[in-house]
């Protein structure tokens, strides 16, 4: 046994095991470093990233909105009338169906929960104002919906 253990063949077999064993080890951290990148970049894009898609679209929506009526109010022609109105309500469901969707899952600090606590407050009196602006422009009254809006 001693004239194996000191052979050539011994300490190539030893030298070859030792570098399996570490390529497994070296493997297996590698694969536990992947799922915490992994893990961590999950929580990233639903914690950060989606809110702010979410409130982009919230903003392209409302802005929207402000673009709608200032055609209407530009053209003034009752024929353009239910499309441009059809897109102001799509643009309600849009930003009722974002702010659900952000609200109150997508918060992540203090500060912007008293900030979405504002913008909440605000949007009844939106879409008070915007469906007020709706009636005034179906009635076709013109400066009332200015007013309103």
Not at 21 to 32: K, R, T, Y
Not at 119 to 148: C, H, R, W
Request: glycine letters at 6%; proline letters at 3%.
């Amino acid at each position: 046994m001693t004239r194996f253990t000191q052979s050539i063949k011994f300490k190539i077999v030893l030298a070859f095991g030792t570098c399996v064993v570490l390529m497994a080890a070296i493997g297996l951290f590698g694969a536990f470093g992947l799922f915490r990148l992994n893990s961590n970049i999950a929580v990233g894009y639903s914690g950060n990233t989606e809110p702010i898609a979410d409130l982009s679209e919230l903003r392209a929506a409302s802005l929207d909105i402000g673009l709608q009526t200032r055609r209407i109010l530009a053209s003034r022609d009752q024929s353009k009338m239910p499309p441009t109105i059809e897109a102001i309500r799509a643009d309600q469901e849009r930003i009722d169906r974002v702010w659900n969707h952000y609200y109150p899952d997508g918060l992540s600090t203090d500060k912007e929960r008293e900030i979405a606590e504002k913008i909440k407050s605000a949007l009844p009196q939106m879409k008070a104002a915007v469906d007020e602006t709706i009636i005034a422009f179906s009635e076709g009254n013109y400066e009332a919906a200015v007013s309103a809006g």
